[in-house]
């Protein structure tokens, strides 16, 4: 006699628990408070690779971190808001999703705003952050705080 499958214990064949495999986009699946996640910030910044700046151009200054990542912006400020930010890092996904967001919030910002910004505030807005991953949100913000300091009179690049 064959077996047509697993058995429970009175004899009644079990039926097959079939689970369908996540895709690897879906890992940060909670949405922010913008309703846009890690993945579409990511998404966002991918996309417009080609549009980045060129490492050697003024104000632009990387920051490293302690686990290998760098991350560095460059701004253009017009009447004491920033009118435009770029920036430039190492391909951790979460830390291109933390620059990306972080440089749409930038630009608008008085210069005083945007130098008194803080890690805590980026990270509000994505719960969805691993807690081995939230360092790069200080990272984030530190390159952003360069890019000010330069900008504002300190040494050029």
Same mark, same amino acid.
């Given at each position: $006699?064959?077996?047509? %499958?697993?058995?429970?214990?009175?004899?009644?064949?079990? !039926?097959?628990?079939?689970?369908?495999?996540?895709?690897?986009?879906?890992?940060?699946?909670?949405?922010?408070?913008?309703?846009?996640?890690?993945?579409?910030?990511?998404? @966002?910044?991918?996309?417009?690779? &080609?549009?980045?700046?060129?490492?050697?151009?003024?104000?632009?200054?990387?920051?490293?971190? &302690?686990?290998?990542? /760098?991350?560095?912006?460059?701004? #253009?400020? !017009?009447?004491?808001?920033?009118?435009? &930010?770029?920036?430039? /890092?190492?391909?951790?996904?979460? +830390? =291109?999703?933390?620059?990306?967001?972080?440089? #749409?919030?930038?630009?608008? $910002?008085?210069? #005083?705003? !945007?130098? %008194?910004?803080?890690?805590?505030?980026?990270?509000?807005?994505?719960?969805?952050?691993?807690?081995?991953?939230?360092?790069?949100?200080?990272?984030?913000? @530190? !390159?952003?705080?360069?890019? +000010?300091?330069? =900008?504002? %009179?300190?040494?050029?690049?």
């Amino acid at each position: $006699m064959r077996s047509a %499958g697993p058995l429970d214990s009175a004899g009644r064949f079990l !039926a097959r628990v079939v689970r369908a495999r996540r895709p690897v986009a879906r890992r940060y699946n909670s949405v922010s408070r913008l309703h846009k996640t890690v993945h579409d910030y990511y998404r @966002q910044a991918y996309r417009k690779l &080609a549009r980045l700046p060129e490492a050697g151009a003024p104000r632009f200054a990387a920051v490293f971190g &302690a686990d290998n990542n /760098c991350a560095a912006f460059q701004l #253009e400020v !017009a009447g004491g808001f920033i009118a435009r &930010a770029d920036y430039r /890092c190492t391909t951790c996904v979460t +830390l =291109i999703a933390l620059c990306e967001h972080l440089a #749409e919030l930038a630009i608008g $910002m008085s210069v #005083e705003e !945007a130098s %008194g910004y803080r890690p805590v505030l980026l990270l509000d807005r994505h719960p969805e952050i691993p807690p081995g991953r939230r360092d790069r949100a200080e990272l984030a913000v @530190q !390159a952003l705080k360069v890019a +000010l300091h330069h =900008i504002e %009179g300190g040494p050029k690049s």
